[in-house]
């Protein structure tokens, strides 16, 4: 079946701009992460999604950082005010719900999103 | 708080020679670990997760890795490697536990490079 999907691939924006990234996960998975991946890096925790609620944001580096995911399904992550230091990969992954402290479910990762903040 | 090492940045190996990549982890309860996979310009693919059950786990491509509580490690190897196994790997801990979400947790990662 269809993997995680995420739009676009690749971002320019200058610095300043306010940007929208898209991640469509897999049919009948309700947890949802984003993940920033800094070069060189390895990918960090940015926040979880469980259906529609946002249970977690702990890692959203400022508070131009913004996620939703309004119908449980589709989620957006929104960048205002980007800056250099927002250049990275943001990837988005899915999973079936994991049951706390007993069994932790596969989470899939779509193809990320390349952002280059000029 | 969890949190995992991985103990080289870079491993060079010949095609046909076996794989090592070391990984130590640190967690206050039973950990989920995992090892993914990134080659170049692509997604991240998981090879393969211990979760409790055997201590020797099987992934794809002929890799596995052995959960050694003793050492708190997570080694992933591959008795002979291929030129298509150059790639990032990536050592990952869940979160998982009481009051967590299970989000995943990555070292930083271990460049494979593969010589012909």
């Known amino acids: 079946g269809a993997g995680v999907s995420q739009s676009p691939r690749y971002k320019v924006a200058k610095r300043g701009q306010d940007v929208a990234l898209r991640c469509d996960p897999i049919?009948?998975?309700?947890?949802l992460f984003w993940y920033q991946q800094a070069l060189g890096q390895g990918p960090e925790f940015l926040t979880y999604f469980q259906n529609e609620a946002q249970l977690d944001k702990s890692g959203l580096p400022s508070d131009r950082f913004f996620a939703e995911r309004p119908e449980g399904s589709v989620s957006t992550l929104k960048i205002q005010r980007t800056q250099q230091e927002d250049s990275a990969v943001y990837l988005c992954?899915?999973?079936?719900?994991?049951?706390?402290?007993?069994?932790?479910?596969?989470?899939?990762f779509g193809p990320g999103t390349r952002l280059l903040v000029l | 708080a969890q949190s995992v090492t991985q103990l080289d940045s870079h491993v060079s190996v010949s095609e046909g020679t076996p794989v090592l990549l070391r990984c130590n982890y640190s967690s206050s309860y039973s950990p989920s670990l995992f090892w993914y996979v990134q080659h170049p310009n692509k997604g991240l693919q998981l090879l393969l997760k211990?979760?409790?059950?055997?201590?020797l786990v099987k992934g794809i491509n002929g890799f596995e890795a052995e959960f050694k509580k003793s050492e708190t490690s997570f080694h992933l190897t591959k008795p002979s490697a291929h030129m298509s196994d150059a790639a990032e790997y990536f050592c990952v801990v869940s979160d998982l536990g009481s009051g967590n979400t299970g989000k995943l947790i990555f070292g930083q990662g271990t460049t494979l490079q593969v010589k012909p």
């Open positions: 049919s009948g998975h309700v947890s």
């Open positions: 211990y979760t409790s059950a055997a201590t």
């Open positions: 992954a899915s999973s079936l719900p994991s049951l706390r402290g007993v069994l932790q479910e596969t989470q899939y």
